[in-house]
């Protein structure tokens, strides 16, 4: 029976191969690795008394879709489903709308995903298993609305789901499944049912942790075995999948690009990425504080797991999903459009993305046109390509959890997005690298940076130091390497040699970055109205100005960003940085006596502050020893009232805690930033910030610039080899990024002078500009130079 299923499945796919076979792709290709352009409308239970299959099929057709995702089963299913408890879409009537879609897709050619959702289940199904479902510790059902939780752990994930899956293979043989919330429940929530305690004693040999508690093993222990279990839910549905429906016949989840996101829900995007040929990620529009460089980014970070050669789908939104969720109404189509191609630029196969199959709103099937068209025509040149990058920064999915615990969007996830941010103005090409990669991927980068990497294991110390010593660069922040792999803190920083700087007494407490440093008199409190007075949200309330500032800081802030976005932050500690040399009293200004009379020249990362001595910071910072052999480039200064103005004056002018460290380790230049300017520039990006942090990845790269780009304007580049090419995306940004409104025209730019750098096996004698299409003028020499007149949305040049 299985082999006659199997024979079949193999059948279907050679006629699906053959149909797109004619569009110029090699057969043989699995629909995973052949599929560059994907589509899915999210079915509403309404949706089968409306679903327009055949207008549909001409929309696939206009955007050159290769593969469509149709909602299958799960909560409600698409289809007569023999299971009685797989309850049927209120509107279904005797309508098989799965059956018709994946027969649709079929006959054009096409893959079909099967969308699957595990994560909760009516009161019916609750009634006739109640077994199969989650636990409070007090033994009550874990409900979310009028739905049930079933347990990750039951046989509803290990009998029942199966069951669908095998019987949508037998009826269907769609190419493969997705599950948009296959993880289970959040880490906020343990689940006590009775499988959950037996597995947990038979695999740990103790009972179920209390309360979620970081400082206590055994919850860690839980996170870590909840962790695994997720690996084995994706193992198990693999293995019914291709069993069922042949080796290729592939489940893939779904995960989320916000890292924090994948922390909560146990999905280890590293593990996981070993697991499967083809990743598909959720992460619809830019949120408030992002910018569009997240999304290429945020594909350039799971290339790096997934590898260069693997697909990366990611859904993108044509409803207005960026400042509010309208589901049915459109987004500005230049919106849509910039979130699709800085996607695109990093390497993520665009899967555009509809909520219900009809829609009042028509203007929303208009925007993925153009982008699925320019697509479809230049598309070689948009897969199986290497980065080409001078800087990795660094972020880590367990420093998120040990670390970052019940704040990890504020400790781990805002520094790593702030640093990447400031990076992204200097036009120097920075890719993300996962902590234990960093071995791997020594050889092609110059630096590496370290953006709050709080919690990290003796051997990625090791690995961090080793690139350092054989003489790689290094910039570090906050507290990077002060906690070790369970985020208890070590007696000093696990990279303190690198660095040049030594813990002074035992580590801060978690958050101390958010609340004033000890020792700042008259920070809070002070006068009418208080320094933050009038500031919401976890600044100011109950801490006290004076001493002990760490004490209890995690409380109002932890709940503060447990649901917050990244432009959600703790009220600012109006605390400033103070730089060295100082410089002031031969500066154009008023003069007064004892003014400091410096001498020496300031450290080329201070570069473009020669008319101040003071920037502003908004953190906190700690005393640390530092090594002889290092230089401090500024000292906090701590915060004084900001109102009423009479009162604005420094209280204290001077400490001797270091915001920046600089010097070298073995062959390699270090920048150790105590100051967490990254955090800063996350959660609100002051333009020196910017700077500073730009001006240490300047210094630290010295001439490791595999390209240069002159002009005014906000734009991201990323270069790319493939073969003997050289592929550089430009996207533009101006006038986009860092603005809450959603975008509805594009501000062009240019000219832009461009010069790559010509690798071996380059020759530079034809470039290629494929969103323009008009010959570009050039020089070539050891690099090839040219200007780009105008950029308005984006360009792709192709060199070769
Ligand atoms: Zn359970």
Same mark, same amino acid.
């Given at each position: 029976?299985?082999?006659?299923?199997?024979?079949?499945?193999?059948?279907?796919?050679?006629?699906?191969?053959?149909?797109?076979?004619?569009?110029?792709?090699?057969?043989?290709?699995?629909?995973?690795?052949?599929?560059?352009?994907?589509?899915?409308?999210?079915?509403?239970?309404?949706?089968?008394?409306?679903?327009?299959?055949?207008?549909?099929?001409?929309?696939?057709?206009?955007?050159?879709?290769?593969?469509?995702?149709?909602?299958?089963?799960?909560?409600?299913?698409?289809?007569?489903?023999?299971?009685?408890?797989?309850?049927?879409?209120? !509107?279904?009537?005797?309508?098989?709308?799965?059956?018709?879609?994946?027969? #649709?897709?079929?006959?054009?050619?096409?893959?079909?995903?099967?969308?699957?959702?595990?994560?909760?289940?009516?009161?019916?199904?609750?009634?006739?298993?109640?077994?199969?479902?989650?636990?409070?510790?007090?033994?009550?059902?874990?409900?979310?609305?009028?739905?049930?939780?079933?347990?990750?752990?039951?046989?509803?994930?290990?009998?029942?789901?199966?069951?669908?899956?095998?019987?949508?293979?037998?009826?269907?043989?769609?190419?493969?499944?997705?599950?948009?919330?296959?993880?289970?429940?959040?880490?906020?929530?343990?689940?006590?049912?009775?499988?959950?305690?037996?597995?947990?004693?038979?695999?740990?040999?103790?009972?179920?942790?209390?309360?979620?508690?970081?400082?206590?093993?055994?919850?860690?222990?839980?996170? +870590?075995?909840? &962790?695994?279990?997720?690996?084995?839910?994706?193992?198990?549905?693999?293995?019914?999948?291709?069993?069922?429906?042949?080796?290729?016949?592939?489940?893939?989840?779904?995960?989320?690009?916000?890292?924090?996101?994948?922390?909560?829900? !146990?999905?280890?995007?590293?593990? %996981?990425?070993?697991?499967?040929?083809?990743?598909?990620?959720?992460?619809?529009?830019?949120?408030?504080? /992002?910018?569009?460089?997240?999304?290429?980014?945020?594909?350039?970070?799971?290339?790096?797991?997934?590898?260069?050669?693997?697909?990366?789908?990611?859904?993108?939104?044509?409803?207005?999903? $960026?400042?509010?969720? !309208?589901?049915?109404?459109?987004?500005?189509? #230049?919106?849509?459009?910039?979130?699709?191609?800085?996607? %695109?630029?990093?390497?993520?196969?665009?899967?555009?993305?509809?909520?219900?199959?009809?829609?009042?709103?028509?203007?929303?099937?208009?925007?993925?046109?153009?982008?699925?068209?320019?697509?479809?025509?230049?598309?070689?040149?948009?897969?199986?390509?290497?980065?080409?990058?001078?800087?990795?920064?660094?972020?880590?999915?367990?420093?998120?959890?040990? &670390?970052?615990?019940?704040?990890?969007?504020?400790?781990?996830?805002?520094?790593? +997005?702030?640093?990447?941010?400031?990076?992204?103005?200097?036009? %120097?090409?920075?890719?993300?690298?996962?902590?234990?990669?960093?071995?791997?991927?020594?050889?092609?980068?110059?630096?590496?940076?370290?953006?709050?990497?709080?919690?990290?294991?003796?051997?990625?110390?090791?690995?961090?130091?080793?690139?350092?010593?054989?003489?790689?660069?290094?910039?570090?922040?906050?507290?990077?390497?002060?906690?070790? /792999?369970? @985020?208890?803190?070590?007696?000093?920083?696990?990279?303190?040699?690198?660095?040049?700087?030594?813990?002074?007494?035992?580590?801060?407490?978690?958050? !101390?970055?958010?609340?004033?440093?000890?020792?700042?008199? /008259?920070?809070? /409190?002070?006068?009418?109205?208080?320094?933050?007075?009038?500031?919401?949200?976890?600044? $100011?309330? @109950?801490? @006290?100005?004076?001493?002990?500032?760490?004490?209890?800081?995690?409380?109002?802030?932890?709940?503060?960003?447990?649901?917050?976005?990244?432009?959600?932050?703790?009220?600012?500690?109006?605390?400033?940085?103070?730089?060295?040399?100082?410089?002031?009293?031969?500066?154009? $200004?008023?003069?007064?006596?004892?003014?400091?009379?410096?001498?020496?020249?300031?450290?080329?990362?201070?570069?473009?502050?020669?008319?101040?001595?003071?920037?502003?910071?908004?953190?906190?910072?700690?005393?640390?020893?530092?090594?002889?052999?290092?230089?401090?480039?500024?000292?906090?200064?701590?915060?004084?009232?900001?109102?009423?103005?009479?009162?604005?004056?420094?209280?204290?002018?001077?400490?001797?805690?270091?915001?920046?460290?600089?010097?070298?380790?073995?062959?390699?230049?270090?920048?150790?930033?105590?100051?967490?300017?990254?955090?800063?520039?996350?959660?609100?990006?002051?333009?020196?910030?910017?700077?500073?942090?730009?001006?240490?990845? +300047?210094?630290?790269?010295?001439?490791?610039?595999?390209?240069?780009?002159? @002009?005014?304007?906000?734009?991201?580049?990323?270069?790319?080899?493939?073969?003997?090419?050289?592929?550089?995306?430009?996207?533009?940004?101006?006038? #986009?990024?860092?603005?809450?409104?959603?975008?509805?025209?594009?501000?062009?730019?240019?000219?832009?002078?461009?010069?790559?750098?010509?690798?071996?096996?380059?020759?530079?004698?034809?470039?290629?500009?494929?969103?323009?299409?008009?010959?570009?003028?050039?020089?070539?020499?050891?690099?090839?130079?040219?200007? %780009?007149?105008?950029?308005?949305?984006?360009?792709?040049?192709?060199?070769?």
């Amino acid at each position: 029976m299985a082999a006659t299923r199997r024979e079949f499945m193999i059948t279907t796919g050679a006629a699906a191969l053959g149909a797109s076979a004619s569009k110029g792709q090699s057969a043989g290709v699995p629909w995973y690795a052949r599929c560059y352009r994907w589509g899915q409308t999210n079915i509403t239970e309404k949706d089968p008394e409306r679903y327009d299959v055949e207008w549909w099929r001409e929309q696939w057709k206009r955007t050159a879709l290769q593969g469509v995702e149709m909602n299958a089963g799960g909560i409600v299913a698409y289809y007569p489903s023999k299971f009685p408890l797989h309850r049927r879409a209120q !509107f279904l009537g005797n309508r098989d709308l799965l059956g018709e879609l994946v027969d #649709a897709a079929h006959r054009d050619g096409l893959a079909a995903l099967a969308r699957m959702d595990s994560s909760r289940l009516a009161e019916d199904f609750f009634r006739a298993h109640p077994d199969w479902f989650a636990r409070t510790a007090g033994g009550q059902p874990v409900r979310t609305g009028d739905d049930y939780i079933p347990c990750i752990n039951s046989p509803h994930r290990e009998e029942y789901i199966p069951g669908i899956l095998r019987e949508i293979i037998e009826r269907y043989r769609p190419e493969g499944f997705a599950d948009n919330s296959w993880a289970g429940m959040g880490r906020d929530t343990i689940c006590y049912c009775d499988n959950c305690a037996r597995r947990f004693r038979d695999q740990k040999g103790k009972a179920l942790p209390k309360a979620a508690d970081w400082k206590d093993p055994v919850y860690r222990d839980w996170v +870590r075995w909840s &962790y695994a279990r997720r690996l084995e839910i994706w193992e198990l549905n693999n293995r019914v999948t291709k069993a069922a429906g042949g080796p290729d016949c592939i489940w893939v989840g779904s995960n989320h690009a916000v890292l924090a996101s994948q922390s909560n829900t !146990f999905r280890d995007t590293r593990e %996981i990425a070993k697991r499967t040929p083809l990743m598909l990620m959720d992460n619809q529009s830019r949120k408030d504080g /992002g910018g569009f460089w997240q999304n290429t980014d945020d594909a350039r970070y799971v290339h790096g797991l997934v590898g260069w050669n693997n697909f990366v789908l990611e859904s993108m939104a044509m409803y207005q999903h $960026g400042n509010g969720y !309208f589901r049915v109404t459109s987004n500005p189509p #230049a919106e849509a459009r910039l979130w699709m191609l800085s996607g %695109i630029a990093g390497g993520f196969q665009p899967k555009y993305h509809h909520i219900g199959a009809d829609s009042l709103d028509r203007r929303m099937y208009q925007t993925a046109v153009p982008v699925m068209q320019w697509h479809k025509k230049n598309e070689r040149y948009l897969v199986n390509r290497t980065p080409v990058a001078t800087a990795g920064v660094v972020w880590s999915q367990s420093s998120f959890d040990f &670390y970052g615990r019940d704040s990890a969007v504020v400790l781990a996830e805002t520094p790593y +997005r702030g640093m990447l941010h400031a990076l992204y103005r200097t036009r %120097i090409p920075c890719l993300p690298i996962h902590v234990d990669d960093i071995e791997g991927e020594a050889d092609r980068l110059a630096v590496l940076v370290l953006p709050n990497v709080g919690s990290m294991s003796d051997q990625q110390c090791a690995d961090v130091r080793r690139f350092v010593e054989r003489g790689g660069s290094l910039i570090a922040t906050g507290v990077t390497s002060l906690y070790d /792999g369970d @985020g208890e803190p070590r007696a000093d920083f696990g990279l303190a040699s690198v660095f040049g700087a030594h813990l002074q007494g035992p580590a801060p407490d978690r958050m !101390f970055a958010m609340a004033a440093a000890p020792g700042a008199e /008259g920070a809070r /409190g002070r006068g009418p109205g208080g320094a933050a007075g009038g500031r919401a949200g976890g600044g $100011g309330g @109950g801490r @006290g100005g004076r001493g002990g500032a760490a004490a209890g800081a995690g409380g109002p802030t932890s709940a503060l960003f447990a649901s917050g976005g990244l432009g959600r932050g703790p009220a600012t500690v109006h605390s400033y940085l103070r730089l060295r040399p100082e410089l002031r009293a031969s500066v154009f $200004g008023p003069h007064i006596s004892g003014e400091p009379h410096d001498s020496g020249v300031r450290h080329p990362t201070l570069a473009g502050f020669e008319e101040t001595d003071l920037l502003p910071f908004g953190g906190s910072l700690i005393a640390l020893g530092v090594d002889p052999d290092r230089s401090v480039l500024c000292t906090y200064v701590p915060p004084f009232p900001q109102l009423p103005t009479d009162a604005v004056w420094m209280r204290q002018e001077r400490t001797d805690l270091p915001g920046l460290i600089v010097g070298s380790y073995g062959k390699g230049k270090v920048a150790f930033l105590p100051a967490d300017l990254d955090r800063r520039y996350g959660l609100d990006p002051i333009p020196d910030h910017g700077r500073l942090l730009g001006n240490l990845l +300047r210094w630290t790269a010295g001439d490791n610039l595999p390209f240069t780009v002159e @002009g005014t304007g906000i734009f991201g580049t990323y270069l790319y080899r493939q073969e003997n090419r050289l592929i550089l995306h430009l996207v533009n940004a101006t006038g #986009a990024d860092n603005q809450k409104a959603l975008v509805e025209e594009y501000v062009a730019i240019g000219p832009l002078k461009v010069t790559v750098k010509l690798p071996d096996g380059v020759k530079g004698h034809s470039l290629k500009p494929l969103v323009s299409e008009r010959p570009l003028r050039f020089r070539v020499a050891q690099s090839v130079a040219f200007e %780009i007149p105008q950029l308005i949305d984006h360009e792709v040049v192709v060199i070769e």
